[in-house]
């Protein structure tokens, strides 16, 4: 018997990425914290496509912090997950959603359980950033194969 993404995880739906043009998958999912291992399915399969799984756990983190942050500080209803192969070696990773607010990187206090997101992004990836949009904002991350 051959087994199926969907054969493993019956309860979760059949992930179908969209194709952009580019060489990238993208899904547009609801803004809550259980698009988070939708989003990092959707990462694995692309970078197993291209033959980066070398990736996928740096991926994966920033792709899983990205979904939180916007999850914790827009009322966005949907956020749109991307990871776009920029080269043989290079990935983004973005996370888009309706918010206006740019993302502030801050110091996390020694005690606090949380607000360390941005910190690893920023320790993981290459280079990240954010772009505004009328309509919200476009947070992204590059990784890069050794």
Same mark, same amino acid.
């Given at each position: 018997?051959?087994?199926?993404?969907?054969? $493993? !995880?019956?309860?979760? +739906?059949?992930l179908e990425?969209?194709? =952009?043009?580019?060489?990238a998958y993208t899904e547009t999912l609801p803004c809550t914290p259980e698009s988070a291992p939708t989003a990092r399915r959707l990462i694995r399969q692309a970078l197993g496509a291209w033959a980066l799984d070398a990736l996928a756990?740096?991926?994966?983190?920033?792709?899983?912090?990205?979904?939180?942050?916007?999850? $914790? !500080?827009?009322?966005? +209803?949907?956020?749109?997950?991307?990871? =776009?192969?920029?080269?043989?070696?290079?990935?983004?990773?973005?996370?888009?959603?309706?918010?206006?607010?740019?993302?502030?990187?801050k110091p996390a206090a020694p005690d606090a359980l949380d607000g360390r997101g941005l910190l690893l992004v920023d320790a993981v990836a290459d280079r990240w950033g954010a772009d505004p949009k009328r309509w919200g904002k476009r947070v992204w991350a590059e990784v890069r194969a050794a």
């Open positions: 018997m051959v087994s199926t993404a969907s054969d $493993r !995880h019956p309860t979760q +739906p059949h990425p969209a194709p =952009t043009g580019h060489p756990d740096d991926a994966c983190l920033i792709a899983n912090e990205m979904v939180a942050n916007a999850c $914790r !500080h827009t009322r966005s +209803p949907l956020i749109r997950v991307s990871v =776009t192969r920029l080269d043989g070696t290079r990935v983004e990773i973005a996370v888009t959603d309706r918010s206006r607010a740019l993302p502030v990187r």
